[in-house]
């Protein structure tokens, strides 16, 4: 067990660049199990959510070269097994897109429960309903989700919630349908565009990725291909916010802006300055952070893997600010994490309500998921004094090299083994 230890009230100031995207990764790794040859991805995130992802294709018989810390060559040409084991399975809730990828390519696939943060209810009703039209049969049973089907063919699907995970598998599993698939009131967000393009890129036929109507035309084969990850936008959202928040001056390298059109509104109206480039944003702050009115909604509404960094920035505001969570009803878990630290936050079911206080108080905190981690993290970066983040191994899931990068904007962090553990100084 480890834990971050962190000396704050200093503004970030530098450079950083942002890695590729966890939610396109995570989906885009299965996915070359529908490639007849290697595939070669780059910009491919350092975190143990990927390296979850890339040892189930190891044990499952795939051959994996590593070319450099951000590319891997996969060749999923020789594998054989269509199941995903319950303990690899626990490991992250993206396992259960291994579903469309095995199905569309071997007509079955055995894959239990997925894991992940426990946002609350999180049902796969929407993926099962997808599998289902296009021709599967379907079983739970003690923990694990079977999936068969002699011939998929293609289906007109409208999903009854918008659904970033049943939206992606859908895809995997319609791409060697017969026929063409349509899918209706899906998800749009910017790593639906990136595996659809993915797909593409292998020889696939996917229209209207990224608006509410995506159309599949069923081709016989894939073939293997090299594609570079988009950035990842909530790495990118969050060293933004943490700018902002610790009054800093941040270039951020290697973004999409568009993809951040949403977080950079919000940090304007809060008081923040955001310049974008070609390929960069750098935002500062030098005036007072001014409160906000934000609701999650899914793209291109505010981001609800953003909301609890502006939660830990709106702590600081001068006024009351409210949150309203349209998305997960387990996002408010890091509140009390920040009253730990002197914050005045209020929550009623999915609102919070967040008075502002002049400055907070360094105190140990634990982790409850990836985004609020990192909220904790940019928190403890603002507020003088030392304060310690635990339970980083959520953190870890979803941002690569975080205190290398925090150190390279000047921040006072390391990582060091909790009492009571073997694990010895890291960094």
Request: charged residues 20%.
């Amino acid at each position: 067990m480890e834990k971050f230890v962190i000396n704050g009230g200093k503004p970030l100031i530098g450079e950083v660049t942002i890695g590729g995207a966890k939610n396109a990764a995570v989906a885009i790794l299965p996915a070359t199990i529908l490639a007849a040859g290697p595939c070669i991805i780059e910009n491919l995130p350092n975190i143990s959510d990927v390296a979850a992802s890339i040892r189930i294709l190891y044990e499952m018989g795939a051959s994996v070269k590593t070319i450099d810390k951000t590319t891997i060559e996969i060749d999923t040409t020789h594998i054989h097994v269509t199941s995903v084991s319950n303990e690899m399975s626990r490991q992250m809730r993206a396992s259960y897109y291994f579903l469309g990828a095995l199905l569309a390519r071997f007509g079955k696939a055995s894959v239990a429960m997925p894991g992940g943060c426990n946002l609350g209810p999180r049902p796969i009703d929407q993926h099962l309903k997808a599998f289902a039209a296009l021709g599967a049969n379907i079983d739970v049973e003690y923990g694990m989700i079977n999936i068969s089907s002699d011939a998929l063919v293609g289906e007109h699907i409208f999903f009854d919630t918008i659904s970033v995970g049943a939206t992606i598998n859908a895809m995997l599993g319609a791409v060697y349908a017969e026929g063409v698939t349509i899918l209706e009131n899906v998800a749009k967000e910017p790593h639906i565009v990136d595996v659809a393009n993915f797909l593409n890129t292998m020889g696939a036929d996917i229209r209207g990725a990224g608006t509410d109507v995506i159309k599949i035309r069923g081709v016989q084969s894939l073939s293997g291909c090299t594609y570079s990850i988009v950035p990842d936008q909530i790495e990118a959202g969050t060293y933004m916010v943490a700018a902002a928040m610790t009054g800093g001056n941040v270039l951020i390298k290697n973004v999409i802006p568009k993809h951040l059109e949403p977080i950079t509104s919000k940090l304007e109206r809060a008081g923040a300055t955001v310049k974008e480039y070609d390929d960069a944003v750098r935002v500062y702050r030098t005036g007072p952070l001014e409160p906000l009115n934000i609701k999650t909604m899914p793209h291109p509404g505010f981001p609800t893997d953003m909301q609890a960094l502006m939660g830990a920035m709106l702590r600081l505001a001068k006024g009351t600010s409210i949150i309203t969570e349209g998305i997960w009803e387990n996002r408010f878990r890091y509140v009390d994490e920040l009253v730990r630290m002197g914050a005045n936050i209020q929550v009623d079911g999915r609102v919070a309500v967040i008075e502002g206080v002049c400055e907070l108080s360094p105190a140990p905190v634990r982790a409850p998921d990836l985004r609020a981690g990192a909220a904790l993290v940019v928190a403890a970066l603002a507020t003088k004094g030392e304060s310690e983040v635990e339970e980083i191994g959520h953190i870890e899931r979803g941002y690569e090299d975080i205190v290398e990068k925090l150190r390279g904007l000047g921040a006072d962090i390391k990582r060091v083994g909790c009492p009571g553990s073997s694990a010895q100084q890291a960094i």
